[in-house]
């Protein structure tokens, strides 16, 4: 099964990621941790997305493409995949899209998260990763909603779309997204 967690930074996309992965033994892969794992270890793609990830802008589609493409060839994510931060441009979700079609898989569901910038600012200035500045969150705010957000069209005319409210418990937050994916199964 293919779950796409969708929405701003900051939204809980990670935490809720992890808890899912866990709740469906479906492997969760974040793009942000990929990168970040990446510039720690310095290999190439860590090079490259240094400094795209330092200001909070996208890492260039071709090299996030092909860091997913690569990690769901791997066994862990032979029954399916948590998407956690990917896609998050147009050429992005066509590359996915071929991705899957390759492996004969498709997207089960995409569930956006719903969350208030005024909230999502406070939760990041209180966690204080590298990127969790004022003005770096204000530029991966407005980058989501440039690139990012118009997907959640694409997504709603494919039907795949279901959005939960992200204010809550991390737990209530929780039972909200897996009441969502049982529909979908
Ligand atoms: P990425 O790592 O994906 O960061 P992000 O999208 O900005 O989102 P975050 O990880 O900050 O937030 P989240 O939604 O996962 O929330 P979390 O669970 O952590 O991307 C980082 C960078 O990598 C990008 O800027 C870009 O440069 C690059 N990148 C990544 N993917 C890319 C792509 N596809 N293409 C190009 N570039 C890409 O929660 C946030 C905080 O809130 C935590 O402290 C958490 O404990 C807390 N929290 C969670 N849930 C709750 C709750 N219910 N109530 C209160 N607090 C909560
Ligand atoms: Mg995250």
Known sequence: MIIILF???????????????????????STGDAFRTAIKTQTEVGLIAKRFVDAGDL???????????????????????ILDGFPRTRVQAEA????LARREKSI???????V????????????????DTEEVIKNRLAV??????????????????????GIGTVPE???RILDVVNQKR
């Open 144 to 165: 989501y909603n440039q690139e990012t957000a118009p997907l959640l069209d694409l997504y709603a005319k494919r039907s795949l779309l279901a959005h939960v409210d």
């Open 108 to 114: 089960a569901v995409v569930v956006n998260l719903d």
């Open 59 to 81: 890492v260039p589609d071709d090299v996030t493409a092909r860091i997913v493409e690569e990690a769901l060839a791997r066994p862990e994510f032979t029954n399916g995949a």
């Open 7 to 29: 929405g701003a930074p900051g939204v809980g996309k990670g935490t809720q990621a992890d808890i899912l992965a866990g709740t469906l033994n479906i492997a969760h892969l």
């Open 96 to 99: 996915l899209d071929q991705i």
């Open 173 to 175: 937050v929780a039972q």
């Open 116 to 131: 208030s910038d005024e909230q999502i600012i406070k939760r990041l200035l209180a966690r204080g990763r590298a990127d």
